[in-house]
Nanobody
Framework: QVQLVESGGGLVQAGASLTLSCAASGRTFSDYAMGWFRQAPGKEREFVAVIGRYFDNTYYTDSVKGRFTISRDNAKNTVWLQMNSLKPEDTAVYYC???????????????WGQGTQVTVAS
């Protein structure tokens, strides 16, 4: 098991930037692909971005392409989500998650953090 703790959320104005961090502990961090997901009020949790175990592949949902960047440092057991040009529709609780495989579905991830709130004011 990997324990995940997100941080870095907050309240920002539209157009601002935020960087979310996810610190991992437990089993070998580099064994896992790491994903970011988000859940807005009244909506299902959705995929945002994923990065492969050795930075080899990254994928993003269309709505964040060109604005968000996922990265990781296996030596620091940390994955980040750099979010630029934030929009009100990015408002959600953001979760990091770990999976043995490079996947984009919620059901493919069995280890989750507690989430961090991102609110973008218009």
């Amino acid at each position: 098991q990997v324990q995940l703790v997100e941080s870095g959320g907050g309240l920002v104005q539209a157009g601002a930037s935020l960087t979310l961090s996810c610190a991992a502990s437990g089993r070998t961090f580099s064994d896992y692909a790491m994903g970011w997901f988000r859940q807005a009020p009244g909506k299902e949790r959705e995929f945002v971005a994923v990065i492969g175990r050795y930075f080899d592949n990254t994928y993003y949902t269309d709505s964040v392409k060109g604005r968000f960047t996922i990265s990781r440092d296996n030596a620091k057991n940390t994955v980040w989500l750099q979010m630029n040009s934030l929009k009100p529709e990015d408002t959600a609780v953001y979760y990091c998650a770990a999976s043995r495989f490079l996947r984009t579905e919620v059901s493919d991830y069995d280890m989750w953090g507690q989430g961090t709130q991102v609110t973008v004011a218009s």
